[in-house]
DNA sequence: TAGATTGTTAATCGATTAACAATC
DNA sequence: TAGATTGTTAATCGATTAACAATC
């Protein structure tokens, strides 16, 4: 647990050092200065040594930090020791297309359980994983101890399930749907939202700052 | 085009604003004060205030601000009321998911354009979209006048087929890869991280941040 | 010792928010 | 007019960064 003040900044900023550690360590470089770490992932040197710091890791002045003892820690942190079942809701297309990804159980997300309230497709199963109807929710989360909950049903949805989750004990949300959910406090929500991802874009697109090249020009719709 | 000085952390609340918005004018709420917004939102009045004034949207005051005025101007500045065609480039699971989701299109965003470099999917088709070589990407750009390329590739790819987009003239892309990628000022980049989106949920599940009632709780892996 | 680099203080920056006069 | 709400100033907050003494 170490010293306990971690901004959410750093955290954002730590799957990016482990990346680039990573890589480092596959080079067999074992050691590396803040300045260098900082350059590779495009941040201050001094906010990588407070990140650092804020981990409770120091370096050695005048040398740097020791690679591999960086990519320990920081994976320690991560959680990345451990395996963290995944309950999915939802096994429209974006569930069916997370249950066929690979990615996930590589990463230590392994997809659990799959859940859909259409009963037409209960007992069916995608990948090998057997979809079960969502008033199973509470049961199955507890006897499969799923640590970290999917919404990948339509957005009317998502705080229905959100609730149906919560109150079943998981504490890590994340949500694929456009709708914010609201969850009690020690609940943790990410959202992956493709659909504000894609709204930023062309905001930029249509403020033209990203274009005077002439490829890119809007076309009207009907 | 208006004020000029919309920050990116304006820009991010605009979905979010616009979302409400549209629910109020299905609701036939004619006008909306920035208290009542901002606490659908979940932010400060002030910051709404703020947030519109920087888009050059005024309210009365004594009575709020006009709800379809709202939706149009934001609309507007989204670059709503227009297409903006897209190439998706990597036809592996995640492209094939992209070109089978049709919430891509609805929103304004067709998939105009699928390449890879596997010379064996050349000439399929996945949902009616051919999918083309990698080595065609700036002809074909050009030709369907792309404005988004989405990049769905193994991360080892990610930087060059962003310097290939770039080259072709693209100017907003976004990165479904783990790897950032590197681009000039004028493009504008956004990366949807699956991979980093969990290792984040995982910290906080790591800390016991989220946690406390029994489920999640960690398995060892091997 | 001389050079490099940390760990941390103090300055800076940008964004959020409280507060309130203006005004519908 | 009285009540509500904007538009904006000034205060606050949190995070980033420059700078540098400590020290390997």
Redesign the pocket.
């Known amino acids: 647990m170490s010293s306990g003040a971690i901004?959410?900044?750093?955290v954002?900023?730590l799957p990016a050092y482990l990346r680039s550690l990573v890589e480092l360590a596959a080079a067999d470089t074992s050691?590396?200065?803040?300045?260098?770490?900082?350059e590779r992932v495009g941040?201050?040197?001094?906010?990588?040594?407070?990140?650092?710091?804020s981990l409770g890791?120091?370096?050695?002045?005048?040398?740097?930090?020791d690679v591999k003892y960086l990519v320990f820690e920081i994976s320690v942190e991560l959680g990345l020791n451990q395996e963290w079942p995944v309950a999915v809701v939802g096994a429209g297309n974006l569930g069916r297309a997370l249950a066929n990804y690979t990615g996930l159980a590589e990463r230590g997300f392994p997809i659990r359980l799959l859940l859909d309230n259409d009963p037409a497709k209960a007992g069916t199963s995608v990948s090998g994983i057997e979809v079960h109807p969502v008033s199973r929710l509470a049961a199955l989360v507890r006897e499969r101890s799923v640590a970290v909950g999917v919404i990948a049903t339509p957005a009317e949805a998502a705080q229905e399930v959100a609730d149906a989750l919560v109150a079943a004990g998981v504490t890590s949300i994340l949500n694929f749907t456009a709708h914010p959910i609201a969850v009690p406090d020690q609940v943790v929500v990410r959202r992956v939202d493709l659909a504000t991802e894609l709204q930023i874009l062309s905001f930029y697109q249509q403020r033209g700052l990203a274009s005077s090249t002439g490829v890119g020009v809007p076309l009207e719709t009907s």
């Open positions: 901004s959410a900044a750093t954002g900023r050691t590396v200065s803040s300045d260098h770490l900082a941040v201050n040197s001094a906010t990588v040594r407070r990140d650092l710091a890791i120091t370096g050695t002045r005048g040398v740097g930090y």
